[in-house]
């Protein structure tokens, strides 16, 4: 199960971070990432963490204002969104792939959350 949190409504050039709890799964995740869908749009990928191994990857669109990071003792995966802009609107999901792999495509992708929104007007 994955649950999301810390959504909502900015300005542009604001800050939100996203939270997201794993849990329910002994043995971990392998991969864990955001994906964010604007209305209209197609599921995309933004950020995702290996679990393992801490290497973090990012679409083009948001290198240098979003950090994926991790908190294995408490299960946690965390997307600290700095100088936001409108195109950043969507709802947000944490996503994971539990066994081996790249979590970066949604065909990938083996639990997802409900979903955060986040606004930047």
């Known amino acids: 199960q994955l649950v999301e949190s810390g959504g909502g409504s900015v300005q542009t050039g604001g800050s939100l971070r996203l939270s997201c709890v794993v849990s329910?799964?002994?043995?971990?995740?392998?991969?864990v990432g955001w994906f964010r869908q604007a209305p209209g749009k197609e599921r995309e990928g933004v950020a995702r963490i290996y679990t393992g191994s801490g290497n973090t990857y990012y679409a083009d669109s948001v290198k240098g204002r979003f950090t994926i990071s991790q908190d294995n003792a408490n299960n946690m995966v965390y997307l600290q969104m700095n100088d936001l802009e409108p195109e950043d609107t969507a709802m947000y999901y944490c996503?994971?792939?539990?066994?081996?792999?790249?979590?970066?495509?949604?065909?990938?992708?083996?639990?997802w959350g409900k979903g955060t929104q986040v606004t930047v007007s």
């Open positions: 329910g799964h002994s043995r971990g995740s392998n991969c």
């Open positions: 996503a994971a792939k539990m066994i081996e792999g790249s979590c970066s495509v949604v065909s990938a992708i083996e639990l």
